[in-house]
């Protein structure tokens, strides 16, 4: 079945320093959507990618779906206390029947102030 | 807008007992998730619902666990009996349908001693 695979596991930075995850996976991807998780809490949608290439940006987030439509990126520039949290890739495989998403299991952003 | 409602908010019991988790989505949506979420871990799909239909059970234990949405509103998910391996945090989430965002609820933390 379709994996969802993200790096790092855990990334500690310091407050205004820049952070990126990394998001692989083993089939082609009808799109790609991006949450993130607040200790506690539970996952809030942050954005959808869905064409070949495609780069969005909200504020001081940057998400990047690439080429092959198989791996995206999310990058933190000048990272806050407030971006804290768990940071999930999920992805619905192309050509697939049910449109269920394959969560990656996350990055865990820590921020030292 | 009203949110995702899930209930009980936390849940302890002892293995081999059985347990139930209740779903309302958001008014509207036809679509309905359940997901398994391990401490340290991405959500896990377990069923989604489609109104009142299953389009995917691939990944529900089905020894053990049954989920059901009669009259394609509200949803409960059950599991009988419980191991010890069952611990975690059962996710609903609901979307209008399609490929679009999930709305997830605050979850149950089930607990199995």
């Known amino acids: 079945g379709q994996q969802v695979m993200q790096i790092p596991q855990y990334q500690h930075v310091q407050e205004g320093e820049d952070f990126t995850t990394y998001c692989n996976s083993s089939?082609?991807?009808?799109?790609i959507q991006w949450y993130k998780q607040r200790p506690g809490g539970h996952p809030v949608f942050l954005i959808q990618l869905v064409k070949s290439g495609e780069v969005k940006k909200q504020k001081r987030l940057t998400f990047q779906f690439g080429e092959a439509k198989k791996n995206s990126s999310l990058h933190i520039t000048a990272t806050q206390t407030t971006d804290v949290g768990t940071y999930f890739c999920?992805?619905?495989?192309?050509?697939?029947?049910?449109?269920?998403?394959?969560f990656g299991k996350g990055t865990h952003l820590i921020i030292q102030p | 807008e009203a949110g995702v409602a899930q209930s009980p908010r936390y849940k302890i019991i002892e293995k081999r007992q059985s347990v139930a988790f209740w779903c309302n989505p958001i008014?509207?949506?036809?679509?309905l998730y359940w997901y398994q979420q391990i401490l340290g871990q991405g959500p896990k799909l377990l069923i989604q619902?489609?109104?009142?239909?299953?389009?995917?059970d691939s990944q529900l234990p089905k020894d053990r666990f049954s989920a059901e949405r009669l009259k394609g509103v509200d949803s409960t998910l059950k599991i009988q009996p419980a191991k010890l391996e069952d611990s975690a945090v059962y996710l609903c989430?609901?979307?209008?349908?399609?490929?679009?965002?999930?709305?997830f609820g605050s979850g149950t933390q089930l607990s199995v001693l």
């Open positions: 008014s509207g949506h036809a679509t």
């Open positions: 999920a992805g619905r495989e192309s050509g697939g029947g049910a449109d269920g998403l394959t």
């Open positions: 619902f489609q109104n009142n239909g299953v389009v995917d």
């Open positions: 089939t082609t991807l009808s799109n």
């Open positions: 989430a609901s979307s209008p349908g399609g490929q679009q965002k999930l709305f």
